[in-house]
């Protein structure tokens, strides 16, 4: 009998006269240990419920103001180390922007490299302002 006769045999048998899969093998229970048990740790206030998706409450991120402009470009000029730089324009009001510049080896680290600028740039002014 070909492979494929048993595959057709197997199909068109029902299923309840089908084998059953083998049962797992049974693993010996580990050794007692002689420490005591630990104590179960006390979840944080905020943690998730057990079994939810959920790890961890996020940090507040607040988004760039309208009208930012983010500008890229790679330079392969080296053929083994190619570059990206970029800068990421942000307007403060009608006349005044600020402008972030960075370069990295991979475009997502470009892109955090400038956010983690303007990020920066935003704590030391909420640092001014909360100093008299």
């Given at each position: 009998?070909?492979?494929?006769?048993?595959?057709?045999?197997?199909?068109?048998?029902?299923?309840?006269?089908?084998?059953?899969?083998?049962?797992?093998?049974k693993q010996?229970?580990?050794?007692?240990?002689?420490?005591?048990?630990?104590?179960?740790?006390?979840?944080?206030?905020?943690?998730?419920?057990?079994?939810?998706?959920?790890?961890?409450?996020?940090?507040?991120?607040?988004?760039?103001?309208?009208?930012?402009?983010?500008?890229?470009?790679?330079?392969?000029?080296?053929?083994?180390?190619?570059?990206?730089?970029?800068?990421?324009?942000?307007p403060v009001?009608?006349?005044?922007?600020?402008?972030?510049?960075?370069?990295?080896?991979?475009?997502?680290?470009?892109?955090?490299?400038?956010?983690?600028?303007?990020?920066?740039?935003?704590?030391?002014?909420?640092a001014k302002?909360?100093?008299?």
């Amino acid at each position: 009998m070909t492979n494929l006769e048993r595959m057709r045999a197997a199909a068109a048998r029902p299923k309840s006269s089908r084998p059953s899969p083998r049962p797992a093998a049974k693993q010996p229970k580990p050794a007692a240990s002689p420490h005591p048990p630990k104590a179960p740790a006390t979840p944080p206030a905020n943690a998730s419920p057990p079994g939810s998706l959920a790890k961890r409450p996020r940090q507040r991120v607040p988004r760039l103001p309208h009208g930012a402009q983010l500008s890229m470009s790679y330079s392969a000029a080296d053929e083994v180390n190619g570059e990206w730089s970029g800068s990421l324009t942000v307007p403060v009001d009608e006349q005044e922007a600020l402008d972030f510049q960075g370069r990295a080896m991979t475009l997502f680290g470009l892109c955090i490299a400038l956010d983690r600028y303007f990020r920066r740039h935003l704590s030391e002014q909420a640092a001014k302002e909360a100093t008299p």
